[in-house]
């Protein structure tokens, strides 16, 4: 029940008798000068990780899963009694046991999602929407979420199913039907807390807590074939401005937006994927709860740039003073808000100077992992068995190891077998379906998309033997479709050149060592050619954007106006990643078959595969420079030997440990050879 305003303000002519709206008729007004604390708990970019297991590798990890994260849950509500879990958006896509449930053997209507499962015996308060809850469609997304979605592709008469036992909240992606948001945009949650009393006594209070969802308008893109025509977005700091001020008069004390982005500087857009920095410069909202950027934050020893602007405090965990916090992903953290709230007769307000920040980590400071919540496992057993047994199943064998542990230094042994797979799908779609694109040759791009971002353990390692099922999934980590591009001779180049951005400038007279890789550009937007049809050298003591240089096709220089198709994603195809030209208008081929799918029939019609035939054709090499200091990168250590079998004999490992307490290698790479 809302506090009775009108009659405060009347006992406030009064001085002497303040206290009387403690205790007026039925005891439900709140004093002023109430304090009390919230914890606004967060999970973000789940990624279907419930248990601490790595399908890929078909071991146990605990550095993953939200059974580890729920033990950081029992804790911080054993510390803030009051408290809300929200969950950030990306929980349903991602692992093996994802795909499973969605492509494999799609669960039925009545049936909950295994990652809703854990959710729900967990308590979730709510939840946002990240972009890769689009990736299977918008008729699963509708069924599992337990919506009822009016938009085209989802029939008007479908029934509601089983769902999540949470709100979930999307502000900004509309539908083209109605107009009308796709989800709830917004929910008021109501709350009975625990506060103390000006006069120090223990009290309860009712407080108000509006959370509203935001994903980045790029979705409309990465999955334009699930969603074109079907749904719109609109801009996240035009959402939040239309829609704050009526949960303001719909009376919540606080607002907080989930918000499934990260933290970019640049001048903002309608369609700008990071956009919380600008989010945060609007009145109206209390805290926020970000993601999509798997990193954890604050994080007072980042040299991310966008975590060392003006108005960002990686130390506190603010962003233009409003309370930020980033879980990182797979449910390595937790991420806390303690607000401090103070009740000032009309409305709770935060005192930030005692609100406190923090992604709480699974690991401990010994290096060990909290232990994981018995009650978790037993819920999604038989989805886990059932995938493990899914995952198992041969398609292939193989001669040599398909790594991406040197991938960012050249090894191919985990991207060829991808850009072969895709290639030969183009040109038998060209054969059978585009006669007119016959006289074009094919190339084709792909990335290492696991390149230690998620830690030491995050490379493709697919060993020598049998190749399963989920061998393929390690080596195309997403569901994405595969798609060509018809591009020039420039544009490919200007591809390339993007991609280079992998690499940080490097000074050949520096004396002084320096890192090879700009963190801060993903590996999955690190794409190459692997085709004995071309060659290209990065020079990475050039600036960006001049660093493709010996660009050769068959031999010559290549052509500004060669014609091509490329293979690669429908993300990469539609934009994702910023790279010049790719914005959907160049696709030729928009195949309904998943990338991975077209890998898994690439290696079962192959049947052997050899490093001579599938993992040894390099395009690109380092341009050679004399660089006075020593040049370094982080891997995993003790594998020496892999870089020797890609044939990169100018790596070696300096250091077995690097120092950063997260267990790699410090190698080095001679760049004059």
């Known amino acids: 029940m809302r506090p009775n305003h009108r009659a405060c303000l009347v006992l406030l002519v009064v001085p002497f008798l303040l206290s009387a709206c403690a205790s007026l008729p039925g005891g439900t007004a709140t004093p002023v000068g109430a304090e009390a604390t919230l914890a606004l ?26 059974e580890r994260t729920a033990t950081l849950i029992k804790q911080a509500r054993a510390e803030y009694p009051n408290n809300l879990l929200i969950d950030n958006g990306d929980a349903l896509q991602g692992t093996a046991l994802a795909d499973y449930q969605a492509l494999v053997k799609p669960i039925a209507c009545g049936e909950t999602l295994a990652i809703y499962k854990a959710m729900n015996q967990l308590g979730v308060d709510g939840a946002g929407i990240g972009n890769h809850e689009f990736n299977y469609g918008l008729a699963y997304l509708n069924q599992v979420t337990a919506s009822h979605f009016d938009v085209d592709g989802v029939p008007a008469d479908a029934p509601r199913c089983a ?15 109605t107009r009308q948001p796709l989800f709830a945009p917004y929910r008021i949650l109501t709350r009975r807390i625990n506060a103390t009393g000006p006069d120090g006594q223990p009290i ?7 959370i509203i969802g935001f994903t980045p308008p790029g979705v409309l893109s990465w999955d334009k074939h699930w969603l074109a025509g079907k749904v719109y977005a609109e801009g996240v700091r035009e959402t939040a401005q239309k829609y704050i001020p009526q949960m303001r008069a719909e009376g919540a004390d606080l607002i907080v937006a989930i918000s499934h ?15 919380n920095y600008h989010l945060a410069q609007l009145p109206g909202i209390d805290a926020m709860l970000i993601g999509h950027e798997h990193l954890p934050f604050p994080d007072a020893a980042s040299k991310r740039v966008a975590f060392n602007l003006a108005g960002v405090d990686k130390v506190r965990g603010t962003v233009y003073g409003v309370p930020t916090v980033m879980a990182n992903l797979w449910g390595k953290n937790l991420g806390v808000i303690g607000l401090h709230l103070r009740y000032d007769g009309a409305h709770w307000t935060v005192d930030q100077s005692r609100t406190t920040v923090a992604a709480r980590s699974t690991r401990q400071p010994d290096g060990s992992y909290v232990a994981a919540d018995p009650a978790i496992a037993p819920l999604v057993a038989a989805e886990h068995a059932a995938t493990i047994r899914y995952v198992k199943t041969p398609v292939g064998t193989s001669d040599f190891r398909m790594t991406s542990y040197f991938a960012d230094v050249g090894d191919i042994s985990a991207i060829e077998l991808v850009n072969q797979a895709q290639t030969a799908y183009v040109q038998d779609y060209v054969k059978a379906n585009l006669p007119q694109y016959a006289a074009l040759p094919v190339l084709s791009m792909a990335s290492p998309f696991k390149t230690g971002a998620a830690g030491v353990a995050d490379y493709t390692d697919v060993r020598p033997g049998a190749v399963a099922l989920n061998n393929a999934a390690d080596l195309y980590l997403y569901p994405n ?9 420039a544009g490919l180049k200007a591809w390339l050149e993007k991609s280079a951005e992998r690499f940080n400038r490097i000074d050949p007279a520096s004396s002084a060592q320096q890192e090879l890789i700009n963190t801060s550009f993903a ?13 290209y050298q990065i020079d990475v003591t050039q600036a960006v954007g001049q660093r493709i240089v010996g660009l050769h096709y068959k031999g ?35 195949s309904p078959d998943s990338s991975r799918d077209v890998l898994i029939a690439y290696i079962q019609k192959t049947r052997q595969l050899t490093r001579a035939r599938n993992g040894a054709t390099r395009s690109w090499r380092f341009a050679p420079a004399a660089v006075q200091g020593t040049v370094v990168f982080h891997s995993a250590p003790g594998l020496l030997d892999l870089a020797r079998e890609a044939g990169l004999a100018n790596v070696a490992q300096l250091k077995a440990d690097d120092g950063s307490g997260k267990g790699f290698a410090l190698y080095a790479i001679d760049l004059n050879q």
């Open 523 to 535: 590996g999955f937007n690190f794409d190459m050619l692997t085709s004995a049809d071309i060659r």
């Open 261 to 275: 982005g990260g933290i970019d500087g640049e001048p903002y857009t309608p369609d700008m994927e990071n956009a």
């Open 481 to 489: 479709a595969l798609h060509a591009v018809k591009l020039d001779g």
């Open 556 to 590: 010559a220089p290549l052509s500004p106006m060669q014609e091509f198709l490329v293979a690669t994603n429908n993300y990469r195809a539609s934009g994702g990643g910023n790279f010049p030209g790719l914005d959907g208008g160049k696709t030729v081929i928009a």
């Open 163 to 177: 769902g999540p036992g949470f709100p979930i909240v999307l502000a900004n992606i509309y539908s083209a039907r």
């Open 204 to 210: 309860t209070a009712t407080l108000k807590v509006g």
């Open 41 to 66: 708990l967060e999970t973000t970019d789940l990624h279907a990780n419930v248990l601490s297991y790595d399908y890929y590798k078909l071991q146990a990890d605990p550095a993953i899963g939200l």
